[in-house]
Structures are given as structure tokens and as C-alpha cells.
């Protein structure tokens, strides 16, 4: 038999095989490729396997059972290779949008764009329209934050024909759909979004119920379907649409809902399950996303805090400098109206028992005046003072030594001080002025931490001692000898800022007028011991 | 005659007081502290107590408080430089009050005011 095609030559012509197109030249020189390639599924070989069944060759039905089969494991292999290409392109897609998502992307509209730009592009999941609802703060409730893609035919026919003319990667479509059209989509899809939005405890919302179920829902035929509220699938308008719930570890971060509007298009499990792959980062970078706006809103609440506390301490140190001020206008005051009264008292009685003829009465008369009109300055001067004055209360010295603490501590540990407390528990309240007592304690203590060295040691100890309460602080300041244990009037101090000189000397003027005693007592090189005795009185333990 | 004693660390505040208050018909004592004050206040009986807030190293203010709780009935009228006393609640234990100054129109005021009351207080219409 002579055979109908050329399956028995090594090398054929073009003449004698039709079936061999011009960019497949080199089967005509192989005889194995071009049997695979080509004869198989050639008519003209299936002619001469007939043919040869015809004349009783025994053969001709092995070779039909081989070749069957080989044609079956090969579309097989087809399938599956083109499975594999399409898995391959989905990875390198995932890959893609996951390092975009985890390496560069901090903004959530950021995020938000390329989540949604992935689900609706042809080069990504190709869905018509995808919305996005995110959980509030409080995890109350599922508010719809972003939609995309067409709501009309002309619209979509636009967008696609945009799509055709650019060739934007992910990124660049991302960062287009982010820079140009973000805003005008929201508003777009303001009606849909704000319709979509559903307590996250309604059990009944099939949205919420994938959130709790922690798995995509693929819906096929909504306005049917009793897991859909008819509400829901009015307002998407399509029978098939997808859910998507966006989960971390343990918390609900929002839902992807995504569907073919316009081209109608079935939506798979297979399609599920690629695009449930795709939740992962997005909701991990979307959760990252919000605690870095978190994080800068706090950051932001801290400086403003931050600014806000420098200028709270500034005011104080105003505050307690004019009420220092205050109290020595008070004292200077007090001081000139005594001897102002008596001599301005004794000219008045002479003044009136004086003969009204006497040369001298007109002297008395203008003692009289000037000491009137000095006493109406002082009067002024110490209306003045009196709004400065110490605002007296009853005060736990515990609490106000653990403020000034808290706020030496920092300076002490930055200089390599060892700054410790040790407070006596249940010490009864004392009558003092919060602000200028603490004002004197920092003070001292800021006055030990200038004359100390590292690794120097500063301790604040509060005690009772009989009827009193002590406030001791002692430090390690290796200050030179000097005679009357004055710290106020050492002479390392001339050398300092005089305001700071003067509000040494204020301290001691506070302290002697609220404090039984105000002691200094120095261990030559090796350190000073301020001792604060104020007066705990019983009267003010039946207050307690 | 009302007996007014005088309670000042300054010596010529008390001489004022004691010419200015005979002037006006009072028996006047005085005392430069708190300690010789409660020792007058044991021998003599007073109608009326002037009292400096701010004696030498002593509170005229805890003076007041042992006269209040002694001698309860005693008025005590308190004299200062300045009205810083308003801080101290001790000091509305007192019946009157009066800011130094060369012209004692106020204070001898005062001082008729707090004895007409004294004397109010102690009339047989008032106690029944």
C-alpha cells in the first residue's frame, strides 16, 4: 500500500505536507517532530490507518489505541501547562502587588488604590467594579470607603479604550488611579458607598458574615439568594457578585466586594479563590497603613502636648517669680508701714493739740499729708502684691517631692547622678503654698545637681520626726569648706547668673516663713544636708 | 470705762495706741509680746484685745487662738501692714480687723463698733 501522507518519509516538502505553516520550516526535516507536531491529527494519515484496518493489518488498531491515547495525555498536558502558566502569572501578580504593597506604601489611599486597581484591571483580576468597606475605629461598624470601575456601558467603553491606548504596569495604574482619580471615584460612588455601609454586628448582613466566617462568599444569584438582603443586591444591581472579608490575625479590618457589572461576566470559585489570595496583604498593608496615620496623629497630639507642657512650665517659672516678687514687695512694704503709721500718728496728735497760730503747725500739717500719700502708694503697691501672694493649703509633701522629682529625675540620670526617693508612707497633709514649696525643692535640688560629679548620689527623704515632718535632701557635692554653712552665700555662687543667685536667696526667704526650721549642714568634700522642718499641727490632723 | 489691751512688738506703736485711745476715754495696757499679754490677761480683766498679726518671732495669730479658746467671751480686734491675714482662716476667728495707717479714724471706729456689740451681747434682753 502506498501511503496517502508523507508519515513514512524522512523528509517531506512543503508540496507534501499542506499542514506545516512557514514559521515551522523545521519539520521538514524531522521526521519524530512532525509525526507529533503534525501526523496525528492529520486527515490524511487517519485515511491510511483506515486503510490499513481495511486490509487486516494488526497494527493499524494499535497504533489507533497509541495515538488515541497520546492525543488525550497530551491535551491533558496542554490543560495542565496552561493551568500552570496561569498559577505562574497570578504568583508573579501577587508577587507584584505584595512588595508594592509591603515596601513603599504608607498612605491608605495608597493602599486602597492599588487593592482596587489589582481587582478591576485586566492585568490583575479583570472584575468590572470592586468596593471597598472598612471597619471604624471603634469596630462598630462597616462604612463603605471606595468603589471602582464604570457605571455605565459608555463609561466603561471610555475607560477601557484609556486602558487600551496606555500600558501602565500595576504600579503606574495604581499611582494614576491614586493621583487622578481617587476623589472623583468617591464621589462617583457616594450614593452606592454610603448604602453599603451596615452595623458589624447585624448578623443578618451577609457582609458581616463573612467577616465572622473568615471566608470569601461568592453569591450567583442575588436577588434570589436568602443569605443576600434585597437592599444589598438593589443597590449592587448584579446577580453575581463576590465578598471578600480583609482579616489580620485578629482583628476585622473591612470587605472587598467585587463583580461584573457591565460584561456580565460569571464569576468562578476558581476567580475566589485567586482573588482571596490577594486579601492577605491587602489587609495586613491597610491595617499598617492606619496605625501609621495612628501613629502620626499621636505623634502629632504629643508635640502639640509637648509644646503646650513647655509653655505651661514657662508660665509657672513667670508665675513663681512674680510671687516671689510679691511676696518681697509685701515684706518691703510691711516693713516702711510701721514706721510710716507712728510718724504720721504722732503728727496728727501733736496736729491736733497744736495752738492754731503756731509757726510749727504748718510742719505737722505736711507730715501729715506726705504720710498719707506715702501710706495710699504702699496701699496701692500692696493691693498689687496681695494677687501675687502664696494661695495656702493643705498639701501631701509626699505628692509634691514626687512632682519635683519626676521633673529633676530626667537631668539627674542624663548627668550620671543616682537620684532616689525615700518617702515615709501616711504623713499627714501640711499647710503650705504647692508652688513656692516646690519651686524651693527644685531649686536645691538643681543647686546640688550644678556642684555634683558622676557617679554622685542625690536622695530625697521625707520622715517624722516628733511633732514634726522632715524633708531631708542630701548630696554627694564635693564643695570646698566655708564658714557660716550658708549655701545661699557661698562664693561659688557669686560666679553664677545673678537671677538665679536672686532666686536662691528667694528660697530661703520661702522657706524660713513657711518651715519650723530651714538648716544647711556640710560634710566638707563630702557632701550637704538641706533639712526642711515644717510644723505638723494637731489641728490639722482632725481635718484628715 | 472699756479697758482696751494693746498687743504690738513695736514700742511706738504702743505709745500711739495708749495716747491716742486715752484720748478717746479707754484704760489702756499694752503688751510687746504674747507671752506678757496672757500674763496680763490673767491679772486684769479687758474689755477689749488690739492685736498685731505679726509679732516679733511669734504668729499674733496663735495668740488669737488662746484667747478664743480661754477667754472666749474677750473681743480681739486684729491689726496688720497688710492684707495677707485674708489667707489664713485662723484669722476669722477675730472680730474686727484693721489695716495700720497714721490716721486711727478707722480703728477707734472699729474698736466702738466690736464694744457696742460686746455690750449688746451682754444686755439681759440679749442673753434671754
Redesign the interface.
Known sequence: MEPECCWTKETVTAAECPFISPDETDLFGSLRRRLVAKCLECPRFAADLERMAREGRPEASVMRILIDEFLLQKSRLDTMIGFLDSRNMEIQFLHEIGALLQTSLLELDEVLSVALTAITAGKGFGMNRAFLLLADKERRTLKGSLAVGPRTYEEAWAIWEEIGRTDFSLKEMAKHFHDTKLSAEKDKFHDILERLTVPMDDQRSILVRALQERRPLLVHDAFHDSRVDPELAHTLDVDSFLILPLLTRNRRVGVIIADNFITKKPITHEDMRSMETLTFPVAFAIERASLYDRLHEDLRKLTVANTRLQEQQELIVRLEKMALLGKVT?SI??SI?????????????LLRNIDENDPKKEFLETI?RE??QL?DTL?EA??H??SM????DQWDINELVGNVFGEVRSRAEGEGIAFTLDLAPDLPMIRMDYRQMAYCIKKILFNSLDAMLPPGELTVTTRIDGDDILVEIRDTAARPARGDGDMFSHPALEKRDETENLELSFCRVILENYCKSFTVEEYEGKGTLYLIRLPRKKEEEHHE | MSRILVVDD?S??RL?YS??LA?EGYEVTTAAGAEEAVEKLRKDDFDLILLDI?LKNESGLDLLQRIVKERHNLPVILCT????YK??FSAWLADGYV??????KELKQEIRRVLDKKSLRNSPKHRV
Open positions: 509685701s512694704a510691711h508701714r510701721n514706721p510710716l503709721m507712728i510718724i504720721g500718728g504722732f503728727a496728727r496728735s501729715v504720710a498719707r501710706e496701699s500692696l493691693g502684691a496681695d501672694a502664696p494661695v495656702l | 513695736e511706738s506703736i500711739l495716747h491716742e484720748d505679726k501692714a497688710f492684707s495677707c489667707d489664713d489695716v495700720k495707717s497714721s490716721d486711727l
